[in-house]
Every structure is written in structure tokens, then in C-alpha cells.
């Protein structure tokens, strides 16, 4: 194995997640508002009210100005891949290039098409057709998430694919089994439905400012009540999506369960922690205890990842250093055999080379013997498996707890948007004002536990990041890196100085 450029692989990582990160800013609330835009015009198009018609103009500026910064972070994200990890998108590109590929022929210029329609086709075209492409670009925005998100699936939990001794490719063998994985399709419900909410609480902030201000009132409790009904439905969804996702960590990403739960030693009947703090001096293998303070539901976390009481959930001592009861092979194992079989692989190769098929053919036949192992051949040592815990369970319990209180947020609005004094309840106003910011960092914890859960893998068990990076200078990504930093900022600042001026606008504006 020839030496990992860490500070390279460091670069490249950071400079990833600060693009996935700024691009997750803007894609979340055009996933929801698209919809909520939808919504509005079908009631305009159904009443024929001309107030829905000002109401949904307005909403959709505000969605055409996020589209466009969004599409430019996206376009930046996808170049990267073969910038910074040329080494993955070779191994991996014949699988994780299909979705992608899909997603810029089809979603996108579906999206890209009716979107054009949609923003400048009023009084231009039928009721009916703007209607129907208002409609195309939300199922388009939503198919562009589905394809992206079966290719991040895919790294989380590989299947459809075989590895290749002759190029040392992954390649595809059953397409349907990687669009309909159960880790996938969890990925896109889970994503979509916490979109909506961002969409939602975008909608009831700004209307909840109308209303604090007295402007727009009308415009606004109109907004609002949509808004809440969509919220509370996505919220449920939310919820049941969650589970699925935890479920399938549970069998698919152990480590990753462990991680978000803060649980190192498994157990049968093994608690769900609802509140704690971690003692940042724990580490796997060691005596002291992993919580300073915590609230726990008895059981539930057996239940929730493997609808059984009585289940044991291994933690991450056992992960690490095996567990021969419940026969848990051990990460220190792992590596050796996944080091015998890269030796194996690389006598493999050699023998082709020279001719000797008799050699190639014992060598491939080992090799396949410990091949689920390989990926654990690049690691170092046993703990080098450990994702970042405390990063890990303090993003997925803020995701959770804000969770329930746009969960609260969209009952109360709804309740009072029924009986229409939403606007003399000034102690709710200020919280719907505050929502879509809290929802923004709900939505950007939820990635953080899926990406930096499943570390140190690329592909989950099979290629770690250390092994997946170009061969760059590190001081060439850690240039770039700045440089988006300053474009996102001013992109991000951009956006939000043209938002609050169409706002400060209001309908009247568009």
C-alpha cells in the first residue's frame, strides 16, 4: 500500500462538505416551496381568485431566485468528483455515474424546461398548461433529488454491482437492485419529506413576519394555512421515513447506528437515549462511562432498529474489537483479511502478467475468498473504523428535537389559521420567524449524520476516503478551497440580499 497524503485527503474532504453544505442551503427549500408553489396555483386555478394568482406569483420569485444560485453550487459539486476523487469516480463511475447520469438528461431538463414555462408563462400560455408545468417543475426538482440520492444510497449500502480483478472496477450487474435498494429508498423519502418542512417553515416565517409588521395579512394567513396542512403532513412523513432510515442502518451501517446513539458497549433490550451529554474524553476500549448526564426510553432502541425487544444492538467496542457471543467478527480481523486479500489480488495480477494462469487462477481464487474484506485492508488500525461520535450523536438528536418542534409549530399554526387569529397570537409569530432558520440546521444535520456516520468509508465496507482521493498536491485543494468559500459566501449573500428585497416588496412587487 503506497502512503496516504492525509492532509490531502483532509483538503479534499473539507472542501467537499463545504460545497455539499452551501448547495444544501438552497436545494431543501426548492424540494419543498416547488410544491407549496404548486399547491397555491391549483386553489388559484380551482377558485379562480386572483388573490391565489398574486400569492403564488410572489412565492414562486422568491423559488426562481433560490433555483438559480442552487443549480450553480450543484454544478461545482458533481465537477469535483472528478477533480478531487478521480480515484473514486474510476473504481465506482460505472455505477454512481448512471443515476447522476439520469438525473442531468431527464430530471433536470424536465425541471429546466417547464421551470422557464412556469416563470415567465403567465398570460402567455392556457391556465391549465402553466398549472401542469408548475407541476412539472416540482416533480421535476424532486426527480433530481430521487437520482442523486439513489447514487449516495448506492455508497451507503452497495448492491447491483461486481468487482472487476481484471480492471479493479466496481461495475453495474442490476440496475433495478440499486434504484430499489431499501437504503435508497428510505434516502429519498426521508430527504424529500424533511424538504417540505423547510419549504413549509420558509413560507410560515416570511408570513409570520407579514403579520408581526400588519402587512400583507390577507396574502399571509392564506400562506400559512396551506402551509400548515402540507407541514403537518410532512412532518408524519418525516417521522415514518426516520425510522426506516434508523432500521436500515441498524442492518446495513452498524457502526453508523452506534455512532448516532452514542451506545459502546451492546446490549439486548438496548435504550434509546432521547437527551444527553457525551464525555468528550471517552474512546472506544477505554472504562470511562460515554455520557456525562442522560434521559433514556428503555428498550427502544432494539425496537427501533430491529423491531424486537429482545434484540441485541452491537455498540462500538463490539464493532471494533469483535464480540465471539454474537458473533461479531471484529474490525482488527477484518483488516487482516481484507490485507491478504489486496496481497492476493496484487498476485493476481502479476501472474496474469507473466503468463502463469495456473498461479492467476489460485490467486483469484483466494482472493475472492476474504474480497468483502478488501476495504478494510487500507485502514490502519481497528479504531480507524470509528466515525467522529460526538459530531455524529449531537447532529442526529438537534435534527430530532427540531424535528418535533416544527411538529408543534405546524399544529399550533394550523389550529389557529383555522379559527383565523393567527395574527393576534404574537407569542407564536416570533417562533415561525425563527423556524425556517432552525430548519435550514435541522436539515444540515441530517446530512451531517449520514456523511460523516458512515466514515472513514467512500463506499461503505469496500473503498475508504484515504484511498479515494486524485493525486493532487494538497495545497492545490486547499487553494480551491478558499476560493469557493469566498464565491459561496457572496452567492449566499447575493441571495439573500435579493430575497429580502423581494420581500420587503411583498406581492405587490412581482
Known sequence: MGEIDLSLVNWSRAQFALTAMYHWIFVPL?????????????????????????LTKFWMALLGINFAIGVATGIILEFEFGTNWSNYSWIVGDIFGAPLAIEGIVAFFLEATFFAVMFFGWNRVSKGFHLFSTWMVAIGSNLSALWILVANGWMQYPVGMAFNP??????????????????????????????????????????SYYLLKRRHVEMAKRSILVASVFGLISFCYVGLTGDESAYNNAHVQPMKLAAYEGLFDGERRADLVALGVMNPAKRPGDDLEPFLFEVKLPGMLSIM?????????????DLV????????????????LGR????????????????????AKASLARFEQNQSYMGYGYLEKPEDGVPPVQ?????????????VFFGFICIAYLVYGIKDTIEEKRWLLPLGVLSFFLALIASES??????????????????????????LAAGNVMTTFWMFAALF??????????????????????
Not at 183 to 200: N, R
Open 340 to 359: 491478504v486479500a489486496i496481497a492476493d489480488l496484487a498476485a493476481y495480477k502479476e501472474a496474469k502478467k507473466a503468463g502463469d494462469d495456473e498461479a
Open 166 to 207: 481484471e480492471s479493479a472496477r466496481f461495475e453495474m450487474q442490476n440496475f433495478w437492485e440499486v434504484l430499489f435498494s431499501p437504503v435508497a429508498i428510505a434516502k429519498f423519502t426521508h430527504t424529500t419529506s424533511s424538504s417540505f418542512l423547510v419549504g413549509v417553515m420558509f413560507v410560515i416565517a416570511i408570513s
Open 305 to 317: 432498529g430491529y423491531r424486537n425487544l429482545n434484540a441485541f444492538v452491537p455498540g462500538i467496542n
Open 489 to 510: 459566501t457572496l452567492l449566499l449573500l447575493a441571495e439573500i440580499k435579493i430575497m429580502l428585497n423581494q420581500i420587503k416588496k411583498g406581492p405587490e412587487g412581482v
Open 321 to 336: 474489537f469483535g464480540n465471539e457471543e454474537e458473533n461479531i467478527l471484529g474490525y482488527g480481523k477484518k483488516i487482516e
Open 446 to 471: 441530517g446530512w451531517v449524520v449520514a456523511e460523516v456516520g458512515r466514515q472513514p468509508w467512500a463506499i461503505q465496507d469496500m473503498l475508504p476516503v484515504g484511498v479515494a482521493t486524485s493525486n
Open 391 to 403: 459530531i455524529s450523536y449531537y447532529s442526529f438528536h438537534i435534527m430530532v428535537f427540531l424535528a
Open 30 to 54: 426548492t424540494l419543498g416551496l416547488s410544491f407549496l408553489c404548486a399547491f397555491y396555483e391549483s386553489i388559484y386555478v380551482k377558485t379562480g381568485n386572483e388573490e391565489w394568482k398574486h
